[in-house]
């Protein structure tokens, strides 16, 4: 009862507090992966690279499957509540009040100075997911000082940076539909053990 009082409590932060989507939850994950013992960073990777490729907000996904791993099919109900619950409260509450402030300058004002720490809250959790998926962290601690380019070299993962890099040149160069490089990305997963 106590994990169910904690994602509750956990969620609605996130929920109330991550403006601008789903993956300016992945820092709220994040922070919660490294004080409650629900999930690991690395289990949390493993979270994100599914709540992409399945249907749905990429925030309810993860507050889904984050629940779930702390509680079990509660915790995942209760997580996806408590995200979903003062996003309700606040846009209903923007929608009966906004023609009031729709003209506002500082409304507007408002809106613009969000527009960085959304970014600045997406462009942190791209950071966390590439450190995790690329850099070999538990190899840090072997390497006291990188005196040499080999001592660098050997804490990255060169196959999914590799990959990263094919699918992103797909991506820029064609008009792939980005469902295609999901597929090719969990295909590619699966055929190199990744």
């Not at 939850?25 to 709540?51: E, G």
């Amino acid at each position: 009862m106590r994990t169910l009082a904690l994602l509750c409590v956990e969620f609605s932060k996130t929920g109330l507090f991550a403006v601008g989507g789903g993956m300016a939850t992945l820092p709220f994950l994040y922070d919660m992966a490294a004080r409650q013992p629900w999930f690991t960073p690395a289990r949390l990777t493993d979270m994100i690279a599914l709540a992409q490729a399945v249907p749905g907000p990429i925030g309810v996904n993860m507050a889904a499957f984050a629940g779930f791993a702390a509680a079990g099919i509660p915790g995942g109900i209760v997580a996806t509540l408590a995200l979903v619950a003062p996003t309700i409260v606040v846009i209903t509450l923007i929608a009966r009040f906004m023609g009031r402030f729709a003209e506002n300058q500082n409304v507007a004002f408002a809106f613009y100075g969000l527009r960085p720490a959304v970014l600045g809250l997406i462009a942190a959790a791209t950071f966390e997911v590439f450190k995790l998926t690329i850099v070999r962290l538990d190899r840090l601690d072997r390497i006291a000082r990188f005196q040499e380019l080999r001592d660098v070299l050997r804490i990255v993962e060169w196959i999914p940076l590799a990959l990263f890099a094919a699918i992103l040149a797909v991506l820029l160069k064609t008009k792939c539909h980005p469902a295609l490089m999901i597929v090719a990305g969990a295909g590619a997963g699966i055929l190199l053990k990744l």
